[in-house]
């Protein structure tokens, strides 16, 4: 993968103590890699978990740019891009596996349609159910009928919901137009990013890629869904780790959403960005108010198991 010859696809993976994930994305990409001439370069946000030195030691080949700290993903995968050198880029998240034929297909659809920007195949969980992340913008009725959010789980069928997560495409097989597809896995042309630039480096993690994909379409770009590929996406194992969710995470999740409104939906002088900052603040507080008590019940029941 070497050489004075630019490649044609650059794949920038950003790690963050991935672990055993890592491993299982190299192994995928390795067993499946496209045929055209390709780089991968890893992006390590200074992992403590021995995932940066197990890739110095058995991927020589790839490029490993290490960071000093861990600053974010958009950060991250922005030094990424900045050392590619591919036509197209393609962002893979550390906890994927592409499948056989994904990544081939993403990069000939592309070549097949000079009007499409981005594109994306169909990520699913280790036991195939989609993860339903072709999606139209989101609305404020998203923070209620959201992939995963309270009214979905108990009322999947209901009209906001489907609208919002595309479902009159479920069991679709050819290519569809989306607003926004999720950067776990999404192939982005060069030109795309020179126009448009990569992520806001003003989010961390959350909302970026749909703060990306609303900026692509903005610039007169396309974004398709590959429902007739997948990648599967570990979201649910890398969740496992965690014991409880990190305050962080949900902190970063509500201030990336409430930047997101402001930017594409409320400028400085609309009052509905204050109003959606005090509901976004409202939800945040319940949703750490709720896990703090799921702690103390979890608490109280290993204390009563152990004592009896």
């Not at 992006?43 to 080949?61: I, K, L």
């Not at 339903?132 to 999947?156: E, H, Q």
């Not at 019940?297 to 198991?305: D, F, G, L, M, N």
Request: net charge positive; charged share 25%; aromatic share 8%.
């Amino acid at each position: 993968m070497s050489g004075r010859i630019a490649p044609k696809l650059s794949i920038v993976i950003v790690n963050y103590n991935g672990g055993e994930l890592l491993k299982r994305c190299l192994t995928a990409l390795k067993r499946y890699a496209p045929k055209a001439h390709h780089e991968t370069v890893i992006v390590d946000n200074a992992s403590v978990d021995g995932s940066r030195e197990w890739v110095r030691q058995t991927w020589p080949d790839l490029r490993l740019i290490e960071c000093e700290r861990n600053l974010g993903l958009t950060v991250g995968f922005n030094r990424g891009v900045g050392s590619a050198r591919g036509e197209i880029v393609l962002s893979l998240d550390s906890d994927t596996e592409v499948t056989e034929g994904a990544v081939d297909a993403m990069l000939g659809f592309l070549d097949s349609s000079p009007n499409v920007g981005a594109c994306g195949c169909t990520l699913v969980y280790p036991d195939g159910t989609p993860q339903r992340t072709a999606r139209r913008f989101p609305s404020p009725w998203a923070g209620l009928f959201g992939r995963r959010a309270l009214l979905t789980r108990i009322w999947p069928n209901n009209r906001f919901s489907r609208r919002y997560l595309m479902a009159e495409h479920d069991g679709d097989r050819e290519p569809f137009d989306v607003d926004t597809l999720s950067t776990a896995c999404m192939a982005v042309r060069r030109a795309v990013i020179d126009k448009v630039g990569a992520y806001d480096e003003n989010y961390f993690v959350y909302w970026s890629d749909t703060d990306w994909c609303q900026r692509i379409k903005k610039g007169g770009f396309r974004i398709v869904s590959l429902p007739g590929h997948i990648v599967i996406h570990n979201e649910n194992l890398k969740a496992r780790h965690r014991k409880v969710r990190r305050t962080r995470m949900v902190v970063d999740f509500h201030r990336g959403a409430y930047r997101y409104y402001a930017n594409h939906h409320a400028g400085p002088r609309n009052p509905m960005r204050y109003i959606a900052m005090a509901a976004l603040l409202g939800r945040a507080a319940a949703v750490l108010l709720g896990d703090e008590i799921a702690r103390l019940r979890a608490t109280v029941r290993a204390t009563a198991q152990r004592s009896g």
